[in-house]
């Protein structure tokens, strides 16, 4: 015995499971939490399957419900150029049965012509066989009001009692003399159609596609490849309807009951051209079975490797602990950010998309190659109406390429091909053209822009039919008045000249007689002779005016030399100084140039009466190029304008007659104004052009495949 008491010895038996279980605990959230990041990546990808689905749903509803719109569309285009017709307008019925029998029809089709008592013609009975009268059918007296108020309509399912079956009626107002209904032409889409319309767009096994009516009736339901027409709307889609106006159109999804109770997300398209829904109607079960199927396929391996981690955890606590955590640290760090940033992508081609989207320009995104990168809901919609068959409507294409291609044969594409070329290499920062597709305008407009360090374009194409359309109108509507114009003015200084100079020239016989028998009487001699110097000065301001009205020296004596006594008279008579220079060979210019020229230079030199104070004018007219050129200035106080410096000057009346003038022949105008007065220049063809030049397009109608397009 040394006298020393021994210390107890420490036990590590305790400290190593409270170890173990420490690391195994942290190994084990460390594979969870990587579990979970992996299923998250996986859900949000069977999230987007589901998303795809869906999407392809609602695709379907807009197909079916464009298609029947072009359907509905192509019929009132028949039925409108039926109503214009001769026989039609006459109200012959036999001739109006042959030209309807005549008429080309989708099969199962037909015509008949209706007055507001009866059916007058119907191409399915021989002419002349009895017809029935509106009341022998349902509700007539509705849609014969429906016809009136709308000018023309598309019925609900109803039943033809001439042929059987479901049909469905597209009916034009027919109008008298007085503006008043007379009747209307119909035409019907029998059962058959509209189960192909159905059939034409394809869908997965087990949806199911609907086609109702304005009270959403069912005209045609077809699920699996089997058509009914008993089928009822869902409920839900019914109340989701129900508020709607009647010419409004909308589209959207909803969820609802089928007729057998199954759970479905119903995607649907209401039509306000038509007030027919369509709808696809997705087995909910299939929507969600990506997303089903993607927690299965993670539950297995998900409790394999948490299995293996916790033995794992049991052998390697003492030389894993500290990595561990690091990495555990690590893998949820990183997941994070990575899905912090898929959602900061996702949320930024979101809104780029819907800002795309919701523009009515069919627009296309270009990268600095000029391939496709991205477009919007109206290009596909102008894909899809004019059936383009190319994957993503265009995405991933060379656009480029796609114009250069076509440029060989197409102007336009050329044009559009180079302009494009330009934006893209930075000789220019924006585009801008209009092209005709068919029987459709449009304009394209291009800019340049950098994003991130790259070169990106963005190109529209805006259909401008209408604008061009207006335009042309008012254009031909201009040539018109001018016309009437001219007539009126040729026909006032015939009777100025023909007429009132006869009067005052046998006025002033009648007083040169009377001045005679009052040669004793002073008085009376100077009075008479004041009344004579007034007939005379009458009768020589009629004569000018007769003359400025309708100068018969044109057709008699040429346009130089018209045109060089017209201008010296008025300078004599303003009392201007007047330089005058008119090319002889300017006598070719054909009636209508000469008249216009005419018109414009009297326009232009009463301008100057009437505004320029001026004292000198300066008139040159010569033809160059094919053209007649024409320049009249003078040296006076200039157009008058507002106070401000950026105001446009104001322009008469006078000023836009003589550019409808020009314009209508094919020429061009252009006014100047400075402190030295106004310069109008004006240059003609010498053979006139027709009243509007551009080809006018129709009011509607579907572009055809060919030519440069804003697909092309």
Known sequence: MDGTTPLPARSSQGAIPRLRRRVAIIFMATILAACLVAAALLVS??????????HQARHAAQALSFGFDQEVAAVNFLLKGLSKSPAVLSGDAKAVYDQFKATPLPEGSWLNLSDLERQLVNTLRPFGAPLPRHSDFANYQEQIDRI???RWTVSGRMLGLVKGGIVVALSLRLDDADGRMSGYITTFLSEERLRRILADQAV????TKGLYDRRLQPVAVE?????????AAPAALTARLADVAPDATIEGTVEAMDENGVPVLVAFRRSGATNWTTAVAVPLAALNAPV???LWQMAGPVALLLLAGGLAALFTARQVEEPLRAMSGQVIGLSD???AHQEEERRAKGLLQASLDALSAHVAILDAGGTVIAVNRAWHRFAEHNGYAFAGHGIGLNYLDVCRSAASGDVDARLAADGLSALLTGERTDFGMEYTCGERWFLLRAARFTHEGAIHAVVAHEDVTDVIVARNEVRTLSGDLLHLQDEERQRIGAELHDSTTQHLTAAGLGLARIHVLASEHPDIEAALGSVGTSIDEAQKEIRTL???????SLERDGLALTLRDFIHGFARRAGLTARVRIDPAIDIADANVSWAALRVTQEALANIRRHAQATRISVDIRTEDGSLRLRISDNGIGLPGKKSTDARPKLGVGIPGMEARVRQLGGELSVTSGRRGV??????PLVSATNGAAAQPLETGPEPKSGFAPMA
């Open 45 to 54: 990808r069977a999230r987007g399957e589901r998303d795809a689905i869906e």
């Open 148 to 150: 009136r108020d709308r």
């Open 204 to 207: 997965s096994a087990g949806w």
């Open 223 to 231: 699920r699996d490849g089997q058509t009914s027409t008993d089928t």
């Open 292 to 294: 089903t199927g993607a």
């Open 337 to 339: 950010r990575v899905l």
């Open 546 to 552: 007769s003359f400025l009205l309708f100068p018969p």
């Open 679 to 684: 310069t109008v220049r004006a240059a003609l």
